[in-house]
């Protein structure tokens, strides 16, 4: 999620080497999420990264929100706060 924040963008084998999983099938409910923002022209999904593109930058937080599981956690909860 910080690097997705700070670079707009995460590179898979970065993530595959520092934490040992196979990125596309740990994170798969997440890009199965992801889906929408790729469709809108708003992330470029690649076999390489994930980045960011141009308008997505305005929706960056809901974004990476596909990749926090605290999130997830809390969806049976009352939300209080909402992105736009």
């Known amino acids: 999620i910080m690097r997705l924040m700070c670079d707009l963008e995460i590179n898979k084998a970065e993530v595959e080497e520092k934490f040992n999983i196979l990125f596309d099938e740990y994170f798969d409910s997440s890009l199965t999420e992801l889906g929408e923002f790729v469709e809108a022209g708003l992330v470029r999904h690649t076999i390489e990264k994930i980045s960011v593109e141009g308008a997505g930058r305005l929706f960056l937080r809901t974004i990476a929100m596909c990749f926090d599981a605290y999130v997830k956690s809390m ?4 939300l209080f706060s909402r992105t736009v």
């Open 75 to 78: 969806m049976s909860m009352p």
